[in-house]
């Protein structure tokens, strides 16, 4: 702001020590950027954006492509990638279903109630956010190995949880759900409980608040924590690794699948594989804009209330 607008007198009645006001022109001059600062700063943006987000995506596809769609549908079409998308997909819907109704529950329960070791529930939500996911597909190969009490106890009855389908689907759900609950809590809180306690006041039972107050209320964060979760699902490489034994055709996800086809020099293979990968990344993009264009009043609405 200028000298000239901080020392403009006073109006007649306005009390000692307070500025005069300021139109919006004046503010609005005294706070906007020169041209030249914007152009600098999109550029940068730009330039940052290309170089590690852009450029890289673009070789990813032009890799898969080098020999032709021929060769990029056959190395689709291979068995062991069949069988690596087939089960990242099982693990996928097992997982985020999982994650939904954890996170719908836990969200519910700390912005709703208040209740001893709110804040350490709290905690270990995020818990997954500051541990490497190696370190945790070491807790659960620690937890079921055979060398735990409860590795022989479960080979006994016939129960395969390391180096088979439990203990992927396991380590993924473990590195992905924050990502539900961290969506809603904040927009549960800044709803506030006024509108659940009318719906009871008027002889709604709790499950009802929820079914017809809380969830309407809660259906674009909520949809928002699903898919990204689900792209994380997909996704996941440490975690994964750890416990799956990389057994080909039977334990590999997607990410897998590819780090192996790279370690054999299959170029081709590994980045026909990575472009699902990306394109899930880029279908997961193109939802959230869609939603965010198509019904972004009632987003705002709702975030508002």
Not at 84 to 113: D, E, M
Not at 164 to 173: D, M, N
């Amino acid at each position: 702001m200028s000298v000239e607008a901080l020392s403009r007198p006073l109006p007649d009645g306005a009390a000692a020590g307070t500025l005069a006001p300021v139109s919006k022109a004046a503010f609005k001059r005294a706070t906007t950027e020169t041209t030249a600062t914007k152009a600098v700063l999109i550029g940068i943006a730009l330039l940052f954006l290309a170089l590690v987000l852009v450029l890289p995506l673009v070789a990813v596809f032009v890799e898969a492509f080098r020999k032709g769609a021929g060769e990029f549908l056959f190395a689709l079409n291979e068995p062991d990638t069949l069988a690596a998308i087939r089960l990242t997909l099982l693990v996928a819907a097992i997982a985020v279903p999982c994650n939904l109704i954890f996170g719908v529950a836990a969200a519910w329960a700390i912005a709703k109630f208040e209740f001893k070791g709110k804040a350490f529930l709290t905690t270990l939500i995020d818990l997954p956010f500051s541990v490497s996911p190696v370190i945790s597909g070491l807790v659960y190969v620690l937890l079921f190995g055979a060398g735990i009490v409860l590795g022989p106890w479960l080979k006994s009855h016939g129960i395969e949880i390391l180096f088979a389908v439990p203990g992927i689907v396991l380590a993924t759900i473990f590195v992905t759900f924050p990502f539900v609950a961290r969506e809603l809590i904040p927009l549960m809180q800044d709803q506030g409980t006024g509108d659940e306690e009318a719906a009871i006041s008027l002889g709604a039972s709790g499950w009802q608040a929820f079914w017809y107050v809380t969830l309407p209320n809660i259906k674009w964060g909520l949809l928002y924590g699903v898919l990204l979760c689900n792209a994380r699902a997909m996704g996941e490489f440490g975690a994964v690794s750890v416990v799956s034994g990389h057994i080909r055709g039977l334990t590999n996800t997607m990410p897998l699948h590819v780090e192996i086809l790279y370690n054999e020099y299959n170029f081709v293979a590994a980045f026909a594989v990575s472009t699902l990968l990306a394109a899930l990344a880029l279908v997961t993009l193109v939802l959230k804009s869609v939603l965010e264009f198509r019904y972004g009043d009632e987003i705002a609405a709702t975030a508002k209330h």
